[in-house]
């Protein structure tokens, strides 16, 4: 596997200046290598709009001149969720040199969500975006969705593992989609000619065939996906039907001397892709990627050397000379489990330089560091790590105006009526407007304001002033979040109390309205024994 950098979007300023930008990318490469002891083997243009050929040609002068020149290739630029078409190339892909590697015949994104709709969507492209479109890399946007489900784009990668507290992890129907092309053509191997393995099929559908280098191995791919079933997010999605069809391949040439001298079966691996087109419907997983339990030998050949097989619609097969396919044991690794509560974060165990675990930043830069804070009167900082934030300066902004530094906590599943109290230690080394609490339909009003500088602050519709929230001095804030009241402290002293009824999920997020380092440290989320009289006074003694 290679790594390829393609920058997701770029500024206007940015690309006003492709000098500088280009050599920007530079040093990120250096710093990827020196840093972290990567080996960035691609660049290119952003991923999604043309950057003009100025720029590309001065981002390919940049890098050939420095001492990545003779490893960092400079693509041309890859084009972008086309789609497909039901025409086969007219020159049959041959005005092309069959090993280009720039990035040309490459496409830089497809995509899939966890269900058939995406699995059906991904088998025909794989298969077509060849045969008319002459591509052959396809870049899976994305591989593994480790991110939590209440953000844009849930649950659209191949596999989802974003419950890290139980080790739980999903494989899904797209996975088994481009397994039947990943699993059985090694990097290196060949198309086969148009017309000669590589053709639409008579009654809907497509087939591609590939060769391995030393012509020992071949694998055939044969998809029949039907356009209306198999809608992509983007790109052309083309208005074909297929039918029911006896294929009958027959072999020739360095494709049944691969079976004679070698004295090879051929494997058949199938999937019915057929499920509902509702977000998140899946084929059952019997009907997805499945051996025949009896190879093709060469004595079921016919006279003329043939094999014949029946294509359905939504079908989507592999005939192949290797025998290295597999499934695995489980789709689903694990019972569900709930995170764990009560949970208790000093971030001491975890890895310098990385993020937190169990949050996710959306902006800024929050990453575990050795307490950069001086000893003092308080015994909060002789703690080893916090969470900081490192980001000192606001940055170069590529769409809508951002917020300021921002990181979430958990999943979306804690729920007011489990009785929760939260608290989290906090310093700031410079005068913000810090917000933090439940986030989640209907229950973000219970998130607290707190402004250093003026000691004003928000709950809910309660406004007031007087906090003190000095600089460079850890600070406890905490809330209690039960079904129908809700109240918040900082450092043991009652700021105001709510009465939001709370019945759905949340998370906890955090923000700030200016870029500046701050900490975080001694996070802890607990049931409160029983709800407790709610009042000030009596508040202030619970605390206690």
Known sequence: LGDTSLPNKLPKVAISKPSETAKYILKWIRGAKRVHGLTIDYVGPWNERNEGEEYNRILRKVIGESEFGNVTTVLNRIVHYPGTTDEPDKQGCSQYEWNTSDGSRWVDEEGSIFDGLSSRCLARCTNRQYIS??????????????????????????????????????VTSPLWALAHTTQFNPIGWRYAAHGQGVSMLDKGGSMVTRISEDLKDFSIVMEKMQSDSSRCARGSNPVSKGFDENIKIVLRGSFLKAITKGNKSLQVWKSNLTSGDELGENPDDEQLFNRASESLKITNFGDDHSISIILRPNELVTITTLTSGSKGDENISSTRKPFPIPFFQTFDDETDGQAARYWYDQDGAFEIQKNPYSISNQNKDTKDKVLRQVV??????????????????????????????????????????????????????????????????????????????????????????????????????????????????????????????????????DHIPDKPTLSYHSYAEFLK
């Open 133 to 170: 479109g002459c591509h052959t890399s396809i870049y899976q946007w994305h591989l593994i969705s480790s991110f939590y489900d209440y953000f844009n784009w849930p649950r659209c990668g191949v596999m989802v593992a974003n419950r890290p507290w139980s080790e739980e992890y999903e």
């Open 392 to 525: 000192p300066q606001w940055p170069i902004i590529w769409t809508n105006p951002w917020a300021g530094p921002t990181t979430y906590f958990g999943p979306m599943e804690f729920f007011s009526r489990m009785n929760l109290q939260v608290s989290i230690d906090i310093l700031l080394e410079d005068h913000a407007k810090v917000w933090f609490g439940p986030y989640g339909d209907g229950v973000d009003e219970a998130m607290i304001i707190v402004d250093s500088k003026s000691g004003m602050w928000e709950f809910g519709p309660q406004k007031g002033d007087g906090v003190d929230f000095a600089l460079h001095t850890w600070h406890t804030l905490s809330f209690i979040m039960c079904e129908d009241k809700q109240v918040v402290s900082l450092d043991g002293k009652l700021i105001s109390s709510i009465n939001l009824h709370a019945s759905k999920p949340w998370y906890l997020k955090f923000k700030m309205s200016k870029y500046v380092y701050m900490a975080f440290n001694n996070l802890r989320l």
